[in-house]
């Protein structure tokens, strides 16, 4: 799975010219994949250790119990023998002298010593016995001397040996034939009686108890748990054991291992559970983890493809529309169902193709209005210098003649005309525009005489600044031919520079306009009336031509107080024009 994932990441991302739908196909998968293998790596490894740990408490409890069983079992085999004990050792009790009883009395003392073992027999038992040293013994007339004697665990049994001698789990074979197995396999005891005198003095004990349920429950655990089980006394010898002859071939390094030991003897339980199948319940968690992340995988891998599909779908039609617009289609329009991005993005497209061709339109009647705008201009420089050599010559004639105010006029609307008709220039220095308004000024002077008065307030830093050509001589021509009457007032012109602008102020005191006419003053296609109208709305298109819509005129009037025209605009030198 992770080489086919490699395989498709690669294919998809190996060249940037492959479609964007395998790309997104890998992402959206990678985006899958990733929780869904971190979803089932943890949900598999928290239910492996669950389980782990949930069978391994039964395993362990499962252990206990059968340890608990077979110490009762031990415990009442003990308490048996106590018994017997406490009887022999009663002095208020006959005790036998002789072995084999030839009078009344000690046929009397026999037969009082098997009632009793006859008491302590319950059905749990198999045999309660007292075997002295010759072989004769005491209890139930079942017990075959001889086959006990051949008992390798009974004839093990030393001499000197003092306490409890566990026998462990056999088949008893000591039983008359008559009395039949009283169970297939019994649990033994052996009880050496030390302080005894007379005929029971060195004899022993015998207590078995029936362990068919016993071994009934060691095999239901066996199977239950799929387990080995061995029981180990002491000394390390085997008391029970799954198959006695293959323990030792049976045992692993990393079989899983349970141990416990018996209160009542030294004996020691042990289970082993081979790691294959301890695991095994992880194995299959394993296998239907895999199987459900393969089939969310698959799914995943479906999902994405039929979301790229569907995406990239809008995206191929937005881009062969943009391939049609490219080409010169620009009536082609992108069909918009949706509200998401890329429905918005085809609004955005649609409402841009409305706008470029607009412009195209715009552009078109742009370079109309500006081929007639060359031809006119081509007309009016058709041999301008007729009119210079004309003004000129009657310039100099007056000069002749001493008319210096004559002369004065022409000189300076010789200037003004120069400036006006050099449409080679659109953009010149604030200082020459001021300097053409100056020549304007010194004509009005010679027309009216020295009844206006002219105040020019600017930094001096400003004047290196561009300022599109014959931009101011129209606002001071609106101010004589509508502002004053007979010339007659007052104009302040203020330059100043704010940060990366420039702001002039022209004030002056003459009549002032109405709101009405304020407000139509500033359309750039509004007619001239008479001489007035002398093109205030072309000088604000003007500076927005030249420097952006967010500059131009304002004008605050008020009827019979003046007028004040502001204009903002730009800082830009000679050098910087592009």
């Known amino acids: 799975m992770a080489k086919a994932m490699k395989a498709l990441l690669q294919k998809a991302f190996q060249s940037p010219r492959k479609s964007i739908r395998f790309k997104l196909a890998g992402f959206f998968l ?22 782990h740990v949930q069978f391994s408490k039964f395993g362990q409890n499962a252990l206990s119990q059968l340890q608990t069983y077979l110490d009762d079992q031990l415990r009442q085999m003990e308490l048996t023998a106590n018994y017997i004990h406490s009887y022999l050792l009663d002095p208020a009790k006959s005790v036998i002298t002789e072995e084999i009883p030839v009078s009344y009395s000690q046929i009397q003392e026999k037969n009082n010593l098997e009632d009793f073992l006859k008491a302590l027999n319950t059905e749990a038992h198999a045999g309660i016995f007292i075997v002295t040293r010759s072989g004769y013994y005491y209890g139930q007339n079942v017990l075959q001397t001889q086959e006990l004697a051949n008992e390798s665990w009974w004839s093990d049994i030393p001499p000197t040996y003092r306490g409890q001698y566990w026998a462990g789990l056999y088949e008893p074979r000591h039983y008359s034939k008559s009395y039949g197995n009283p169970s297939r396999r019994v649990l033994g005891l052996v009880v050496p009686i030390r302080n005894q005198e007379g005929p029971l003095r060195d004899s022993r004990i015998l207590i078995e108890m029936k362990a068919d349920e016993l071994y009934r429950q060691l095999k239901a655990f066996e199977q239950d748990m799929n387990a080995s089980l061995t029981i180990r006394d002491g000394g390390g010898a085997i008391v029970y054991a799954t198959d006695a002859t293959e323990v030792s071939a049976m045992q692993r390094d990393d079989d899983v291992i349970w141990t416990e030991r018996m209160e009542e003897n030294d004996w020691t339980m042990e289970a082993r559970v081979p790691y294959a199948q301890f695991y095994q319940s992880s194995t299959v968690i394993r296998l239907y983890t895999f199987i459900s992340v393969g089939i969310s995988v698959l799914l995943a891998l479906l999902l994405a493809f039929l979301l790229s599909t569907w995406f990239t779908s809008r995206i191929k039609r937005l881009k062969e529309s943009m391939n049609k617009a490219s080409t010169g289609r620009l009536s082609t329009r992108i069909p918009v169902d949706s509200d998401d991005e890329l429905g918005v993005l085809g609004r955005s497209f649609n409402h841009m193709l409305m706008h470029i061709e607009e412009l195209v339109h715009e552009v078109t009647r742009t ?14 420089q058709i041999n301008p210098h007729l009119l210079f050599n004309t003004l000129n010559s009657i310039q100099w004639k007056a000069r002749l003649q001493g008319n210096e105010e004559i002369r004065q006029m022409l000189y300076h609307l010789t200037m003004v005309l120069e400036g006006n008709l050099n449409i080679q220039q659109e953009l010149v220095t604030v200082k020459r525009e001021l300097e ?23 930094d001096a830093s400003a004047m290196q600044y561009l300022i599109p050509r014959m931009s101011l001589q129209p606002l001071f021509e609106n101010i004589f031919f509508h502002g004053f009457e007979d010339g007659e007032g007052t104009i302040v ?5 704010e940060q990366d602008k420039l702001v002039l102020t022209l004030a002056d005191t003459g009549a002032g306009m109405s709101e009405e006419r304020r407000r139509t003053l500033l359309s750039s296609g509004m007619p001239r009336k008479g001489r007035g109208g002398l093109g205030i709305g072309n ?40």
């Open 539 to 578: 000088v604000d298109q003007k500076f927005k031509l030249h420097f952006g819509p967010l500059y131009g005129l304002s004008i605050d009037s008020v009827h019979g107080e003046g007028t004040t025209v502001t204009i903002i605009w730009p800082k830009k030198e000679v050098e910087s024009i592009a």
């Open 493 to 497: 012109l203020q330059l100043r520079e």
């Open 30 to 51: 990678v985006a899958a994949i990733i929780p869904l293998l971190s979803l089932g790596l943890l949900s598999y490894t928290s239910s492996s250790n669950l389980l």
């Open 367 to 380: 370079e109309q209005q500006k081929k007639e705008a060359e031809l006119r201009a081509v007309h009016y």
């Open 436 to 458: 053409m308004i100056d020549h304007f000024l010194h004509i009005q002077r010679i027309r009216y005489g020295d009844v206006f008065r002219y105040t020019c307030e600017a």
